[in-house]
């Protein structure tokens, strides 16, 4: 099987839904005639429905861990509040994830498809579109010039690739994946140029184990791992990553299988691109033991492997490794002379809604200590200080959501020898940046950011008894530890891949108290209700 026929393969086992626009494709002589709007109105609706609603595989991986027996019970509340939050996106329109992603589109267009069209420009209009009328958040920078920076405000340049493919038959067609990428799971992704050496089974298994459990949990597991070791250029090994970490290519076949001849004659006649069964399931035991868990500790880092082998040079051996993150969000869709299709997801997701542990919910939920922030931050400090480190609580109180721009603005008063805003020595810091509020809410998606981004700042922020509470995501660099163990810090994790939820059931009230001009990066003082948070 060639790369085309694998993808290929992947639409025939997917369920479509059809969309209907106002102008409709035409077969004529042959050709798919399709106007430039179909895809302008198709790439709307994709990354709307993506941003809200999960594929049932998904779920069903998230329900799966969540019932093994040696699933752990901090694991268990952040899977839950993962599929709550599914529930809460599709139920009450807030968006999955805060970070609303890169859009990314891949496409497939068959030679007799024509759209007389610049493609990729009615593709980001549509991309636009969504993201405006939505209020999903504009996450792209552009430069002004090599150091100055500015958000596009539409969430806009799109990574957009489109390639020319051969028909297998009468009927051509337009396909395509969309793909909303965060950027704390693009983040994760890692490329190695290794010596052909690492091809033997004790090599590679020792760069699994480091590897894997290097990926830390900032990016918000329980992951869908990929490993893509060849290929005949990096470029060509990397973007056969991003399309693992999809579900496009889990129709490749396995080594060894009979498609692929016989393992010890080579690759001729075979296809050029393997998954291997064996290292999925070595790849997804070190995973589980590397101790990380879903996001607090445990086994359930990871709830999916691919690992895929590719042809190579004979002097490289590219491999890379990297993530889909909780925000699953994938989808694939497709134009023929019928119309519009699009992927079908999960719209009901409340039949995977788990009891918050082995025990009823209520209890559970009483059985977490609820703490109360208290002001100035070392009333709260004090408080939090009492509880032992992977300790789940329910807090309520106030909390500053602040992130990089906001670190980078205070930074900017130090040197420039001016005091720290008042406001840093009486609340938290929640690292976060929210999506844009919807009309009735209180606030858009929010949920925590990777912490270790702001570990440059530790220093000069603690030793001056500001940000001695901080809540986010992921592990810390000995620059924050260091600063905390020195100056009293205490850190808290929210579970990532929650914004919907925290912005649903666990906000009370917000409002800009410092740069505006920063937009979602803005300084909001922001009153929450019973947010789960772990004792980091």
Same mark, same amino acid.
């Given at each position: 099987?060639?790369?085309?026929?694998?993808?290929?393969? !992947?639409?025939?086992?997917?369920?479509?839904?059809?969309?209907?626009?106002?102008?409709?494709? /035409?077969?004529?002589?042959?050709?798919?005639?399709?106007?430039?709007?179909?895809?302008?109105?198709?790439?709307?609706?994709?990354?709307?429905?993506?941003?809200?609603?999960?594929?049932?595989?998904?779920?069903?991986?998230?329900?799966?861990?969540?019932?093994?027996?040696?699933?752990?019970?901090?694991?268990?509340?952040?899977?839950?509040?993962? /599929?709550?939050?599914?529930?809460?996106?599709?139920?009450?329109?807030?968006?999955?994830?805060?970070?609303?992603?890169?859009?990314?589109?891949?496409?497939?267009?068959?030679?007799?498809?024509?759209?007389?069209?610049?493609? *990729?420009?009615?593709?980001?209009?549509?991309?636009? !579109?969504?993201?405006?009328?939505?209020?999903?958040?504009?996450?792209?920078?552009?430069?002004?010039?090599?150091?100055?920076?500015? &958000?596009?405000?539409?969430?806009?340049?799109?990574?957009?690739?489109?390639?020319?493919?051969?028909?297998?038959?009468?009927?051509?067609?337009?396909?395509?994946?969309?793909?909303?990428?965060?950027?704390?799971? *693009?983040?994760?992704?890692?490329?190695?140029?290794?010596?052909?050496?690492?091809?033997?089974?004790?090599?590679?298994?020792?760069?699994?184990?480091?590897?894997?459990?290097?990926? $830390?949990?900032?990016?918000?597991?329980?992951?869908?791992?990929?490993?893509?070791?060849?290929?005949?250029?990096?470029?060509?090994?990397?973007?056969?990553?991003?399309?693992?970490?999809?579900?496009?290519?889990? $129709?490749?076949?396995?080594? =060894?299988?009979?498609?692929?001849?016989?393992?010890? &004659?080579?690759?001729?006649?075979?296809?050029? %691109?393997?998954?291997?069964?064996?290292?999925?399931?070595?790849?997804?035991?070190?995973?589980?033991?590397? =101790?990380?868990?879903?996001?607090?500790?445990?086994?359930?880092?990871?709830?999916?492997?691919?690992?895929?082998?590719?042809?190579?040079?004979?002097?490289?051996?590219?491999?890379?490794?990297?993530? *889909?993150?909780?925000?699953?969000?994938?989808?694939?869709?497709? /134009?023929?002379?019928?119309?519009?299709?699009?992927?079908?997801?999960?719209?009901?997701?409340?039949?995977?809604?788990?009891?918050?542990?082995?025990?009823?919910?209520?209890?559970? %939920?009483?059985?977490?200590?609820?703490?109360?922030?208290?002001?100035?931050?070392?009333?709260?400090?004090?408080?939090?200080?009492?509880?032992?480190? =992977?300790?789940?609580?329910?807090?309520?109180?106030?909390?500053?959501?602040?992130?990089?721009?906001?670190?980078?603005?205070?930074?900017?008063?130090?040197?420039?020898?001016?005091?720290?805003?008042?406001?840093?020595? +009486?609340?938290?810091?929640?690292?976060? $940046?929210?999506?844009?509020?919807?009309?009735?809410?209180?606030?858009?998606?929010?949920?925590?950011?990777?912490?270790?981004?702001?570990?440059?700042?530790?220093?000069?922020?603690?030793?001056?008894?500001?940000?001695?509470?901080?809540?986010?995501?992921? $592990?810390?660099?000995?620059?924050?530890?260091?600063?905390?163990?020195?100056?009293? =810090?205490?850190?808290?994790?929210?579970?990532?891949?929650?914004?919907?939820?925290?912005?649903?059931?666990?906000?009370?009230?917000?409002?800009?108290?410092?740069?505006?001009?920063?937009? +979602?990066?803005?300084?909001?003082?922001?009153?929450?209700?019973?947010?789960?948070?772990?004792?980091?």
């Amino acid at each position: 099987m060639n790369l085309n026929e694998i993808i290929s393969a !992947s639409f025939d086992r997917t369920e479509f839904t059809a969309f209907e626009t106002v102008e409709k494709p /035409i077969l004529q002589d042959g050709r798919l005639l399709i106007p430039p709007s179909c895809l302008e109105n198709l790439a709307e609706e994709a990354f709307t429905r993506v941003s809200f609603y999960y594929r049932r595989s998904h779920l069903k991986l998230l329900a799966a861990a969540f019932d093994m027996v040696d699933t752990e019970e901090n694991e268990k509340l952040v899977i839950r509040d993962i /599929i709550d939050n599914a529930l809460t996106a599709a139920e009450e329109g807030l968006p999955l994830c805060q970070d609303t992603g890169s859009a990314c589109v891949y496409g497939w267009k068959d030679e007799n498809a024509v759209t007389n069209a610049e493609d *990729s420009t009615f593709l980001e209009s549509g991309i636009a !579109s969504a993201y405006r009328k939505n209020r999903f958040r504009a996450s792209q920078i552009v430069p002004l010039s090599f150091f100055d920076e500015r &958000n596009s405000g539409n969430n806009l340049p799109a990574q957009i690739r489109i390639e020319a493919v051969r028909q297998v038959d009468d009927r051509p067609r337009y396909r395509f994946l969309f793909a909303a990428k965060g950027g704390g799971s *693009s983040n994760k992704t890692s490329y190695f140029s290794l010596p052909p050496a690492v091809l033997s089974p004790h090599e590679f298994d020792c760069f699994l184990k480091e590897k894997i459990e290097a990926l $830390g949990t900032a990016a918000c597991p329980p992951y869908r791992l990929a490993i893509v070791v060849g290929g005949l250029s990096p470029e060509y090994n990397l973007e056969i990553l991003k399309l693992a970490t999809t579900e496009l290519l889990d $129709g490749a076949p396995y080594f =060894g299988a009979p498609e692929s001849g016989d393992a010890e &004659n080579g690759l001729s006649g075979g296809s050029p %691109l393997y998954r291997d069964i064996f290292w999925e399931k070595r790849a997804m035991e070190i995973a589980a033991d590397s =101790g990380l868990g879903a996001q607090a500790g445990g086994k359930r880092l990871a709830i999916d492997v691919r690992v895929l082998r590719l042809p190579r040079h004979a002097a490289s051996c590219p491999v890379s490794i990297g993530v *889909s993150c909780t925000a699953h969000r994938n989808m694939l869709a497709f /134009i023929d002379e019928s119309g519009l299709f699009l992927e079908k997801l999960e719209y009901k997701p409340k039949d995977f809604l788990r009891p918050s542990a082995s025990q009823p919910e209520v209890a559970v %939920l009483n059985a977490v200590p609820r703490v109360r922030l208290e002001t100035p931050l070392n009333k709260a400090r004090e408080v939090l200080s009492a509880y032992s480190a =992977g300790c789940a609580l329910l807090l309520s109180g106030k909390l500053l959501v602040a992130r990089d721009a906001a670190h980078h603005k205070w930074r900017e008063l130090l040197r420039e020898a001016k005091p720290l805003p008042e406001y840093l020595f +009486m609340y938290p810091v929640f690292y976060a $940046g929210p999506s844009e509020t919807p009309p009735g809410r209180v606030i858009g998606s929010i949920g925590p950011t990777t912490s270790a981004r702001m570990d440059i700042y530790a220093e000069e922020l603690l030793s001056r008894g500001a940000s001695l509470v901080c809540v986010g995501k992921g $592990g810390r660099t000995t620059l924050w530890t260091d600063a905390a163990s020195k100056y009293g =810090g205490v850190y808290l994790t929210a579970a990532g891949g929650a914004a919907a939820l925290i912005a649903g059931k666990n906000a009370v009230s917000v409002k800009i108290i410092d740069y505006p001009e920063l937009a +979602m990066e803005a300084v909001r003082l922001l009153e929450v209700k019973d947010l789960r948070v772990f004792v980091g």
